[in-house]
């Protein structure tokens, strides 16, 4: 197969109002929300991080700039934790604004997730990306962007990761028809539907917050017009890619089966904090014994 270019930037849209976590949400950005001991955002960045991408773009909003402050580093706080000879917390403290070299744009009109990512073009030039989505957070056991990264290195076009949902759970996804591939895991995409009814859904494969994209989808996203609520969908954006590879070449998709939080939805939220708490060697063994107490005596 043919080497692609290496694929060295990344994308993280971030300008979303968090509606659903109001009222936590009022001053404070849905992304520092705090997965236990670490804000969702730093989560989704240390796995941009380990899949080889340092040069990570957040497309940001009003009220976001607590985003920027916690990539940044803390002098004051920094000093405080030295002269105190705290070195694990200050290791914490550095670890975030070490991770990766960070850039900035504001979106400023909230109009969709296509639009956030038009936002990121002049960044990105002429080269293949990735998009991450913050309310997603795969396991770092389970390197889903780093095996889309080789899948679009290989093929060209583009990579979106697909999980398999229930029937009735496929209208709060994109959807993708799909085709099979010499590779287990991988999938041509033949067409994709931004949140369809499951009548008409082609496929129970749903589009899951990780994409690899090329360039071509800033031509495409700029003559797209709004779609499903009104806003630019990325999704029909990639529905041109699928339907003319001569465009940008073609979509296929990783089919994930690995572990995924999903920190977009308040009950999701806390399944999550409570599966990584469990699975954390510091905090983990307590937990887990006070959890079965307390759903025992809940039982």
Known sequence: ????????????????????????????????LPVVDKPAIQYVVEEAVAAGLDDVLMVTGR?????????????????????????????????????????????GDPKGLGHAVLCAAPHVGDEPFAVLLGDDLIDPRD??????????????????????????????????AVETTEDSDVVRVSGLVEKPEPADAPSNYAVIGRYVLDPHIFEILRRTEPGRGGEIQLTDALQQLAEDEKIGGPVHGVVFKGRRYDTG?????????????????????DFRTWLRSYVAEEM
């Open 265 to 285: 939805d308040r009950g999701d939220y806390l399944r999550a904090i409570v599966r990584l708490a469990c699975e954390r060697e510091d905090l983990g063994p």
């Open 143 to 176: 390197p889903l962007l780093q095996r889309m990264v080789e899948v679009q290195e290989q093929r060209g076009g583009s990579v979106v990761a697909l999980m398999e949902v229930a029937p009735e759970q496929i209208h709060l996804y994109g959807c993708a």
């Open 1 to 32: 197969m043919t080497q692609h270019p290496r694929i060295s930037k990344a994308v993280i849209p971030a300008a979303g109002l968090g509606t659903r976590f109001l009222p936590a949400t009022k001053a404070t950005p849905k992304e520092m």
């Open 63 to 107: 009220n976001k700039r607590p985003l920027e402050d916690h990539f940044d580093r803390n002098y004051e706080l920094e000093s405080a934790l030295q002269k105190k000879g705290d070195a694990g917390r200050l290791a914490k403290v550095q670890e975030s604004s070490d991770l990766a070299t960070m850039h900035y744009v504001r979106q």
